[in-house]
């Protein structure tokens, strides 16, 4: 069965930086996009950012560009954020999912398997 | 953006019967391409995480139970529960994939009455 275990999560001082990962298995990983998505404490969802299947194409929400990274590595099956310059209005629970659809070209489309998430915390 | 914006933000409704969650775009999801509604609707309990209900506007994923129907236009979006069980409490959420970036509506929560 399809599973996405995520990890690196943590208390971190605003300017500072954290590297979430996502392991997944129970599919093949080389051929889905992969997206994060996070929830700040008692509010909504809000996409974060998404990586093609071969890693060639990437997107971001506004409010991270030029702070985050997304990335994967293949033979890992893992796919990772890289937070810079972390801000209080980062916080939030960190989801990773798996899109069915998105190819190299086009753009991000539903999440069919979410991970149980992990809590970053933004706070001097 | 397209902003997505559900209705209403809160809804109790008594067991057995018909819940209703709207869903509007700031611009259309349909696509001219391949006639599809590019969204989706997802459930999201206490502690979990949000679980895919409906894409393309009105198919359910494998395993969701055939009292949740999906139907729309190419700016109006309705999620259904035909007879509302305990379980089916939670916040539902819509989202579009029509354009980058994927955005999701506030999320309506859903009581028993």
């Known amino acids: 069965q399809v599973q996405l275990v995520e990890s690196g999560g943590g208390v971190v001082q605003p300017g500072r930086s954290l590297r979430l990962s996502c392991a997944a298995s129970?599919?093949?990983?080389?051929?889905?996009?992969m997206h994060w998505v996070r929830q700040a404490p008692g509010k909504g969802l809000e996409w974060v950012a998404g990586?093609?299947?071969?890693?060639?194409?990437?997107y971001y929400v506004d409010s991270v560009k030029g702070r985050f990274t997304i990335s994967r590595d293949n033979s890992k099956n893992t796919v990772y954020l890289q937070m810079n310059s972390l801000r209080p209005d980062d916080t939030a629970v960190y989801y990773c999912?798996?899109?069915?659809?998105?190819?190299?070209?086009?753009?991000?489309?539903?999440?069919?398997?979410w991970g149980q998430g992990t809590l970053v915390t933004v706070s001097s | 953006d397209i902003v997505m914006t559900q209705s209403p933000d809160s809804l109790a409704v008594s067991l057995g019967e018909r819940a209703t969650i709207n869903c509007k775009s700031s611009?259309?999801?349909?696509?001219?391409?391949?006639?599809?509604?590019?969204l989706a609707w997802y459930q999201q309990k206490p502690g979990q995480p949000p679980k895919l209900l409906i894409y393309?506007?009105?198919t359910r994923e494998f395993g969701v139970p055939d009292r949740f129907s999906g139907s729309g236009s190419g700016t109006d979006f309705t999620l259904t529960i035909s007879s509302l069980q305990a379980e089916d409490v939670a916040v539902y959420y819509c989202?579009?994939?029509?354009?980058?970036?994927?955005?999701f509506g506030q999320g309506t929560k859903l009581e028993i009455k």
């Open positions: 999912a798996r899109d069915p659809i998105w190819g190299s070209s086009g753009t991000p489309y539903y999440f069919d398997y």
């Open positions: 129970g599919f093949t990983f080389s051929g889905d996009a």
């Open positions: 990586v093609s299947y071969d890693g060639t194409n990437k």
């Open positions: 611009q259309s999801v349909l696509s001219s391409s391949n006639n599809q509604k590019y």
């Open positions: 393309w506007a009105s």
């Open positions: 989202q579009q994939y029509y354009s980058a970036p994927p955005t």
